[in-house]
C-alpha cells in the first residue's frame, strides 16, 4: 500500500469481491459510490447502488461523524460477508476508497479480511510542478498526474507559474509557451476538486520575472533593467521587481485580478524566494538606509496587504526571510512560510525550529532532486523527504509541499520524480511508517507505474549513477553540466582524477545494461501508458550517458575544443538521435510552446563541437 496504511487488525480470512452485488449508498456519498463501482467494472463485476441497507449490500459507505474523529481519517471493515467504509467526511470515504482500490489492485479482488483505521501525519500533502522553464504538460498529462496525486492522498498542487498563465493584456510575455488558459485552469480546478484536491495558485510576485522584464514594455519595474553580477559571478537578469518602483504594486494586484478567480483555494503562492539582486539596482539606498532585510520584508507585506484585502491567505518562500531572524517574528500570523532546501543534509531542524519559535506557521519543502541531473539523483531526494519531514513533524509543521523544479530547460521527463512523489506520500501520512528502499520501488511499481516490470528499480538506480564521480555539485549532476554547461564543468578539471574517469566508464557500461534491459521491457508491456513511461526513462538514460562520455572526453583532453574531429563527429550524431526522440515524447505528453528553448538549451555542447 502507498502510503502504508496506520492500524491493521489481521482477521485471517479471505473476502472474495464477487461478480454481482450493490454498494449502499445515500446522497451525501453517491458520486463516490459510482466511482467504486466504475472501479469494481474494470475488474469485471457488476454493481448497483442502492439506499436500502439490508444483508444483501456487499459494500456499505457509512457518513458518520461518531465513528471516526479525522476530518480526512476513514476506517474499513472487511469480513466475510463484506466490505465497511467509515469515515466522518466524504473526504475521509474517498480516502478510504483509494486504500480499496490498492487492495482490489494488490489482491486482485481477493481480499485478507481486516479491519484498518487511518488518518494522516500533515493536515497538507501538497505536490508543486515548475511549469515555467519550458515544460507545460498538456490537459490530459496535468490530469494524469492529479489522479496519481488522489491515489496517493495528496490533497493540495501547485503549478509553479512565472508567464506561463495566459493573462489578457500580456501576450507578450507568453506567446511562445502556450500557456494555461483562465478556462483550463477552472478545469483544472474542478477536476481537482472533485479528488479532494486543493489547487493552489503560484504566481511568483518579486524574483523569477526575467522573462517578464525583459520585455521594454516591463523593464521599468525591474531592479537592475540592465541585469546584475550573480553571487556564483555570471552576468544575469533583469530579474526582480523592485520595491523602489512603486507601479509594481499596481502591476501585482492586475494580476492577482485576473488569476484568482479562476480558483476555489484561499491560498496563494507568491514566490518570492531568490532575490538575489535586491539592493544592488534602484533599491540600493534603501537598503542601505533600512537595511536588505528590512527593505525585503516591507515589499512582502505590501504584497501581503494585496491579498488579504481579497480574502487569501499568502503563501511565500522562506529562504529570504531567514537570514535576518530577527524580522521573522514581524511577518504577519496568517501567513505560511515555505521551508526549502534540497540537499540531503539541509538544515531542516534549525529552519524549522527559528520559524517555530517565531510562531510563523510553516510547510517543509523538500524537492524531488531530478533537476539538473537528467535521471534524477535518488538517493539524495529520499533523504532531502525524510530530513524535511521528521523535522516538520518534531516542530509543528502544518504540511509539506513537493517540490518538481524544471531549472535550465526541465529535461527530465515526469517518471523521475515518481519515487520521490510515492515517497513523500507515504511519509506525509505514516510518518512512522519508514518503507525500505526496496519496498518502496515495489509499491511505486504497482500503485504508480502500474507495472510487473521492475521500472522503479531501473529508475533508482539511473538517479545513483552520479555517484560515480567524487565531484558534488549543488543541486546538480556533473554529468548535466557536461553536456549542457561545458564550459562550467572546464572549472572542476582539476578535481576530476582518473579514478573518475574510470569509474565513469564503469557507470556507462551500468547506464547501457539498464537502457538494454529497458528495451526487452517495452517488447513484453502491452499497456500503451507503460511504453511511454520506458521511452522517456530511455531518453534520459541515453542523455545521462553522453554527458559522461562528454566529461571523459573534456577531462582527456583538457579542453572540448581538443577532442578528436571523429569522437565529435560520434556525438553530434548521438545528439541529434536523443533530441529527435526527445521532441517526440515531449510532443505527447506537453504543450509545444517551450520545445525549441528546451531543445536549445539541450544542443548548446553543439556549438563547441
Known amino acids: 500500500m502507498l502510503p502504508r496504511l496506520k492500524r491493521i487488525t489481521i482477521l485471517n480470512d479471505i473476502f472474495e469481491i464477487p461478480v454481482e452485488g450493490k454498494i449502499f449508498t445515500l446522497p451525501e456519498s453517491f458520486k463516490l459510490a459510482v466511482s467504486l463501482k466504475n472501479e469494481l467494472a474494470r475488474y469485471g463485476k457488476r454493481f448497483s447502488l442502492t439506499g436500502f441497507n439490508d444483508k444483501s449490500t456487499t459494500i456499505r459507505i457509512i457518513l458518520n461523524s461518531n465513528l471516526v474523529s479525522h476530518s480526512q481519517g476513514y476506517k474499513i471493515k472487511i469480513t466475510p460477508a463484506g466490505i465497511v467504509l467509515m469515515a466522518?467526511?466524504?473526504q475521509g470515504i474517498f480516502y478510504s476508497l483509494q486504500s480499496l482500490i490498492q487492495m482490489m489492485r494488490e489482491y486482485e479482488c481477493r481480499i485478507p479480511t481486516?479491519?484498518?483505521?487511518?488518518?494522516?501525519?500533515?493536515?497538507?500533502?501538497?505536490?508543486?510542478?515548475?511549469?515555467?522553464?519550458?515544460?507545460i504538460p498538456n490537459m490530459d498529462t496535468l490530469k494524469?498526474?492529479?489522479?496519481?496525486?488522489?491515489?496517493?492522498?495528496?490533497?493540495?498542487?501547485?503549478?509553479?507559474?512565472?508567464?506561463?498563465?495566459?493573462?489578457?493584456?500580456?501576450?507578450?510575455?507568453?506567446?511562445?509557451?502556450?500557456?494555461?488558459?483562465?478556462?483550463?485552469?477552472?478545469?483544472?480546478?474542478?477536476?481537482?476538486?472533485?479528488?479532494?484536491?486543493?489547487?493552489?495558485?503560484?504566481?511568483?510576485?518579486?524574483?523569477?520575472?526575467?522573462?517578464?522584464?525583459?520585455?521594454?514594455?516591463?523593464?521599468?519595474?525591474?531592479?537592475?533593467?540592465?541585469?546584475?553580477?550573480?553571487?556564483?559571478?555570471?552576468?544575469?537578469?533583469?530579474?526582480?521587481?523592485?520595491?523602489?518602483?512603486?507601479?509594481?504594486?499596481?502591476?501585482?494586484?492586475?494580476?492577482?485580478?485576473?488569476?484568482?478567480?479562476?480558483?476555489?483555494?484561499?491560498?496563494?503562492?507568491?514566490?518570492?524566494?531568490?532575490?538575489?539582486?535586491?539592493?544592488?539596482g534602484k533599491s540600493k539606498e534603501l537598503c542601505e538606509k533600512y537595511g536588505k532585510g528590512r527593505v525585503y520584508l516591507d515589499f512582502l507585506l505590501?504584497?501581503?496587504?494585496?491579498?488579504?484585502?481579497?480574502?487569501?491567505?499568502?503563501?511565500?518562500?522562506?529562504?529570504?526571510?531567514?537570514?535576518?531572524?530577527?524580522?521573522?517574528?514581524?511577518?504577519?500570523d496568517d501567513v505560511i512560510a515555505l521551508l526549502w532546501g534540497y540537499e540531503a543534509d539541509h538544515p531542516y531542524s534549525e529552519e524549522c525550529k527559528l520559524f517555530a519559535t517565531k510562531g510563523v506557521t510553516f510547510y517543509v519543502c523538500p524537492g524531488t532532486s531530478t533537476w539538473d541531473s537528467f535521471t534524477g539523483r535518488s538517493d539524495n531526494a529520499l533523504a532531502n523527504i525524510k530530513n524535511a519531514l521528521a523535522?516538520?513533524?518534531?516542530?509543528?509543521?502544518?504540511?509539506?509541499?513537493?517540490?518538481?523544479?524544471?531549472?535550465?530547460?526541465?529535461?527530465?521527463?515526469?517518471?523521475?520524480?515518481?519515487?520521490?512523489?510515492?515517497?513523500?506520500?507515504?511519509?506525509?501520512?505514516?510518518?512512522?511508517?519508514?518503507?525500505?528502499?526496496?519496498?518502496?520501488?515495489?509499491?511505486?511499481?504497482?500503485?504508480?507505474?502500474?507495472?510487473?516490470?521492475?521500472?522503479?528499480?531501473?529508475v533508482y538506480n539511473l538517479g545513483t549513477i552520479y555517484n560515480h564521480i567524487k565531484l558534488k555539485l549543488h543541486n546538480a549532476s556533473p554529468y548535466f553540466i557536461s553536456l549542457v554547461f561545458p564550459h562550467r564543468i572546464s572549472k572542476y578539471l582539476s578535481e576530476?582524477?582518473?579514478?573518475?574517469?574510470?569509474?565513469?566508464?564503469?557507470?556507462?557500461?551500468?547506464?547501457?545494461?539498464?537502457?538494454?534491459?529497458?528495451?526487452?521491457?517495452?517488447?513484453?508491456?502491452?499497456?500503451?501508458?507503460?511504453?511511454?513511461?520506458?521511452?522517456?526513462?530511455?531518453?534520459?538514460?541515453?542523455?545521462?550517458?553522453?554527458?559522461?562520455?562528454?566529461l571523459i572526453l573534456i577531462k582527456q583532453n583538457e579542453n572540448i575544443s581538443l577532442i578528436p574531429e571523429e569522437r565529435k563527429t560520434h556525438l553530434k550524431q548521438k545528439l541529434e538521435q536523443i533530441t529527435e526522440q526527445y521532441r517526440t515524447l515531449w510532443s505527447t505528453l506537453n504543450r509545444e510552446g517551450g520545445l525549441n528553448y528546451s531543445v536549445e538549451k539541450l544542443s548548446q555542447i553543439s556549438k563547441y563541437l
Open 302 to 332: 505590501k504584497i501581503y496587504q494585496i491579498l488579504n484585502k481579497r480574502g487569501k491567505t499568502m503563501m511565500f518562500w522562506g529562504d529570504i526571510i531567514k537570514k535576518y531572524p530577527e524580522l521573522v517574528e514581524q511577518l504577519p
Open 88 to 90: 466522518k467526511t466524504t
Open 391 to 458: 523535522n516538520g513533524q518534531k516542530y509543528n509543521s502544518i504540511g509539506f509541499l513537493l517540490t518538481d523544479w524544471g531549472d535550465n530547460g526541465h529535461h527530465q521527463h515526469l517518471p523521475f520524480s515518481m519515487i520521490s512523489l510515492g515517497y513523500a506520500a507515504s511519509l506525509g501520512w505514516n510518518l512512522s511508517e519508514n518503507l525500505t528502499n526496496d519496498e518502496l520501488l515495489k509499491e511505486v511499481n504497482t500503485h504508480v507505474f502500474k507495472t510487473k516490470f521492475p521500472i522503479a528499480e531501473s
Open 496 to 550: 576530476i582524477d582518473d579514478e573518475d574517469v574510470k569509474n565513469t566508464e564503469d557507470a556507462i557500461q551500468i547506464a547501457n545494461t539498464i537502457i538494454h534491459n529497458l528495451s526487452e521491457f517495452m517488447i513484453k508491456v502491452e499497456s500503451e501508458s507503460e511504453k511511454l513511461t520506458i521511452l522517456q526513462i530511455m531518453n534520459n538514460a541515453e542523455m545521462l550517458v553522453l554527458g559522461m562520455e562528454l
Open 144 to 280: 494524469k498526474i492529479i489522479n496519481t496525486l488522489s491515489e496517493l492522498k495528496y490533497n493540495q498542487f501547485q503549478l509553479y507559474t512565472e508567464h506561463t498563465f495566459a493573462y489578457n493584456n500580456h501576450e507578450l510575455v507568453w506567446k511562445d509557451y502556450t500557456p494555461l488558459t483562465s478556462e483550463e485552469v477552472q478545469e483544472l480546478n474542478d477536476y481537482c476538486r472533485e479528488r479532494f484536491i486543493e489547487l493552489v495558485p503560484n504566481q511568483n510576485s518579486f524574483g523569477h520575472l526575467g522573462k517578464w522584464l525583459k520585455h521594454n514594455q516591463y523593464r521599468y519595474l525591474a531592479e537592475c533593467p540592465d541585469g546584475f553580477i550573480t553571487p556564483w559571478g555570471e552576468k544575469y537578469g533583469p530579474f526582480s521587481l523592485s520595491p523602489a518602483v512603486p507601479e509594481t504594486l499596481n502591476f501585482l494586484s492586475e494580476l492577482f485580478d485576473e488569476l484568482l478567480p479562476n480558483f476555489t483555494s484561499t491560498k496563494v503562492n507568491i514566490g518570492a524566494d531568490e532575490t538575489y539582486d535586491l539592493g544592488l
Open 114 to 135: 481486516m479491519i484498518i483505521e487511518d488518518e494522516p501525519d500533515f493536515e497538507n500533502r501538497g505536490f508543486m510542478l515548475d511549469i515555467s522553464r519550458d515544460r
